[in-house]
């Protein structure tokens, strides 16, 4: 690993650790706190002003929103493989498998291994914690979707967001970056509008990962780029 790269990790670990830091140290930890009940009363009263959005926030905080989200990242990915032609899908297909196996790793090995398994991170969702005004879990109880949690922290889906992100940028044309970034954007907030997961959930746990995990693995495309060239 070069040292650039060393270097890159360090920073990365020591802006991990700060931010998960501020989130268990009292004094900044209140301030976490705050935010979080503050987000989720503004996320609550959108709701209750906006009842004609119930149904659809509803449907995007469903199972089938999320094939919907995994269909549209891997039209990203495909479009990107294809985009290069000929010439280029060997290697963009490298790639490919690369995010493929990155963010399911990071899944596994992070959100499941490290955080449910060894430290049995628990925390109850907002929706479970201070109540809700608008439950989309009942607005259409055929959806079956999330709106209650005992494990909030972190936020799963959004790992899987901002990691597929994270490549992009680093990967795909900048037309796709954005695309992903506004998917991103918007499959992260039905969680957060339906009280399953509080808004640091993703600020502090999945960015935290996100940090990590991208300093240690994306050093690694670069050398199979440097592969892939020689």
């Known amino acids: 690993m070069q040292p650039s790269a060393i270097k890159n990790v360090f920073l990365a670990v020591c802006a991990s650790l700060l931010l998960v830091g501020s989130w268990l140290f009292p004094p900044t930890r209140a301030l976490w706190d705050a935010l979080d009940a ?3 009363r503004a996320f609550q009263g959108y709701l209750v002003n906006n009842p004609g959005s119930h149904l659809f926030w509803a449907w995007m ?4 929103a999320d094939w919907l989200c995994e269909a549209l990242i891997m ?3 495909g479009f990107h493989v294809y985009s290069g032609g000929k010439e280029q899908l060997r290697d963009r297909l490298k790639q490919l498998a690369f995010i493929v196996v990155f963010v399911a790793a990071t899944q596994i090995l992070i959100n499941k291994g490290l955080c449910v398994k060894v ?3 628990k925390r109850l969702s907002p929706s479970l914690v201070l109540g809700v005004d608008v439950n989309l879990a009942e607005t259409a109880q055929f959806l079956n979707n999330k709106a209650f949690s005992h494990r909030s922290f972190p936020a799963d889906h959004a790992t899987t967001l901002f990691l597929s992100t994270v ?3 680093r990967f795909c044309v900048k037309p796709v970056a954005y695309t992903m970034t506004g998917l991103a954007i918007l499959f992260s907030m039905p969680r957060l509008l339906s009280g399953a997961h509080w808004l640091s959930d993703i600020l502090v746990g ?3 990962i996100t940090i990590l995990a991208a300093a240690v ?10 592969v892939l060239a020689s």
């Open 38 to 40: 503050a987000a989720f």
């Open 61 to 64: 905080n469903s199972r089938y």
């Open 75 to 77: 039209g990203l990915l």
């Open 119 to 121: 430290l049995s991170l």
């Open 167 to 169: 490549c992009m940028w």
């Open 206 to 208: 999945t960015l935290a």
């Open 217 to 226: 693995a994306l050093p690694a495309s670069r050398r199979l780029r440097k």
